[in-house]
C-alpha cells in the first residue's frame, strides 16, 4: 500500500493544502479595531449658568398707591451690575432703576436720581411699592433666592409652580423653551403691608443672552 508520508506527493500536497488553510485562518482572524466609546448626551446648562441678559416684557402692579402696567426692559450684568427701564403710565414716562456694587439709584423723567442701599426700599419710597429686584435676579429664572427660608411647590417637569420667600407669595403660572434654557413666561408675586396688599405681575415675552 503507498505511504502518505511527507516525502510522497501526496503528503507534500496534503502539507501544504494544511498550512494554506491556516493562513487564511489566521487572516480571517486579525484583531478588529475598538469600537469608539458611547459619548454621553449633552447636558442641557443649568439656569444658575445664565447670569447675564435682557428681559423684554410688561409689568402690572396693584396697590394702595398706585394701580398701572408698564413696558420694562431689564439689561442684567454681571451682579449686582443691571439696569430697568420702565416705560409707559406706570413709569410716568420714563423711570431707570440702576444697580452697582455702590448701590441702587432711581431717575424718573428729568428728576434728580434718588439712591439707597436696597431696591426694595429705593421703589417704596419712590414709587410706593417695593421692587424686590435682589431676588427677583433668581425668580425670573425660575429659583429660589439663596439665603431666604422658601417654601415652594414644582411642577411636573420640576419647574417652580409656587414659591413664597421673603415675605412674598409667587406663582409661575408658564414656562417656555428660550434658547437652551427652560425659563418662566409669567409670574405674579403678592406681599402684604402695613399699608395694604401690594400685588405685581411680569410677563417675560423675550430673553436676549
Given at each position: 500500500?503507498t ?19 491556516l ?5 480571517s ?45 431689564w ?28 448701590g ?10 434718588v ?20 431676588e427677583?435676579y ?15 411647590q ?16 409667587l ?31 411680569l ?7
Open positions: 500500500m505511504g502518505l508520508g511527507p516525502k510522497s506527493p501526496q503528503g507534500a500536497k496534503l502539507l501544504l493544502g494544511c498550512f494554506a488553510l493562513l487564511v485562518a489566521c487572516s482572524q486579525k484583531t478588529q479595531p475598538p469600537a469608539p466609546a458611547e459619548q454621553p448626551p449633552e447636558t442641557q446648562p443649568s439656569v444658575e449658568q445664565l447670569q447675564r441678559w435682557t428681559i423684554k416684557g410688561k409689568i402690572g402692579v396693584r396697590s394702595p398707591k398706585d394701580n398701572g402696567s408698564a413696558n420694562l426692559t439689561e442684567q450684568k454681571n451682579s449686582p451690575r443691571y439696569r430697568i427701564h420702565l416705560s409707559g403710565p406706570l413709569g410716568a414716562g420714563a423711570t431707570v432703576i440702576s444697580g452697582s456694587p455702590a441702587v439709584s432711581l431717575q424718573r423723567g428729568d428728576d434728580p436720581p439712591h439707597a442701599p436696597s431696591p426694595a426700599q429705593l421703589t417704596m419710597q419712590t414709587l410706593g411699592w417695593p421692587l424686590p429686584i435682589d427677583m433668581y425668580w425670573v429664572r425660575g429659583l429660589a433666592a439663596p439665603g431666604g427660608g422658601a417654601s415652594e414644582r411642577n411636573a417637569g420640576g419647574q417652580l409652580q409656587s414659591l413664597q420667600q421673603s415675605g412674598w407669595q406663582n409661575f403660572s408658564g414656562y417656555e423653551n428660550r434658547g437652551p434654557y427652560t425659563l418662566p413666561t409669567k409670574i405674579k408675586a403678592t406681599t402684604s403691608q402695613a399699608a395694604g396688599p401690594v400685588n405685581v405681575t410677563v417675560i415675552k423675550e430673553w436676549v443672552f
